[in-house]
């Protein structure tokens, strides 16, 4: 190992505040088989994510994309998994996240299913599979819990997807919104730019997270939005906000664990 990567996994290990570095000492040939490994948190759930915004605990979150990295999300106590569509350029080598389809997501949230036991696991709808309507949402969102082994669903959208979130819900699958830059339509956002910059663009957003937070969504992604914007949605809202690229104000945080690694060099976040 590097130097230069060593010295990025402590400085992780430093702002997350949880051990990362045990997880890959732990073991040193993965041709013997792994001990079974005792549970020894108790499973993440909405009403713990809750609790947490009740009381203003940071909520951490954080992607995994197989059963290793998986394993690395469960062993350093990140609070929420999410299986985000990101592994379609992190993982697989696309330009972007839309080629992904819900079997390639379905066959990525299993593995990851089997190594992350104690977090709650949000699979990403894929590009393609939940817009035309919301009884696409609704088949293809019981397929990830069903299939995929997960404990609830992010799509990208505000206003123009609150039915659909409403729809999810109503039958008792969560649903995590995300506004802001939604990667999925970044050729219509002009690429991966930050948004709300201005005064209009700020105001729609609001709407955005109130229309979501309405729909039932338990949760809201607030990727690459000014940090001011991003704080003030937050207090305006009465469910937990995860920042990406959106400041320190939001009630929470989620990287892409191949990000935060260092691991991912073709694409580096500001």
């Known amino acids: 190992m590097s130097v230069t ?25 993965s041709s013997r088989p792994a001990e079974p490994v005792a549970q020894t948190r108790s499973k993440v759930s909405i009403k713990t994510i809750q609790t947490m915004y009740r009381r203003k605990e940071a909520i951490s979150m954080m992607t995994a994309q197989d059963y290793p990295s998986g394993l690395v999300v469960d062993k350093a106590g990140i609070d929420i998994c999410l299986v985000g569509d990101s592994l379609a350029m992190v993982t697989l080598g696309y330009d972007s996240t839309n080629p992904l389809t819900v079997e390639d997501m379905l066959h990525h949230c299993r593995a ?11 699979a990403d709808l894929p590009y393609g599979s939940y817009e035309a309507s919301p009884d696409d949402a609704v088949r293809v969102s019981l397929r990830f819990m069903k299939e995929g082994n997960c404990d609830a669903v992010k799509l990208e959208g505000g206003i123009e997807m609150a039915e659909t979130i409403h729809r999810i819900t109503r039958i008792g699958i969560p649903v995590i919104g995300h506004i802001g830059l939604t990667p999925q339509r970044q050729s219509a956002l002009g690429g991966f730019r930050v948004q709300g ?17 309405e729909a039932g969504a338990f949760a809201v992604v607030i990727e690459a939005v000014p940090e001011e914007i991003a704080g003030y949605i937050t207090q305006k809202l009465k469910v937990p906000t995860i920042g990406i690229g959106a400041g320190v104000q939001c009630s929470g945080q989620v990287l892409v664990q191949n990000d935060a690694l260092g691991l991912f060099d073709k694409f580096v976040p500001k």
């Not at 709407?207 to 937070?213: K, P, R, Y």
């Open 5 to 29: 990567r060593l010295r990025t996994l402590i400085l992780t290990q430093k702002v997350l505040s949880r051990p990362i570095l045990p997880v890959f000492a732990s073991r040193f040939y």
């Open 112 to 122: 990851v299913a089997r190594g992350c036991k104690s977090p709650f696991v949000i």
């Open 197 to 213: 910059k201005t005064a209009k663009q700020a105001a729609a957003l609001l709407q955005d997270a109130l229309a979501v937070q």
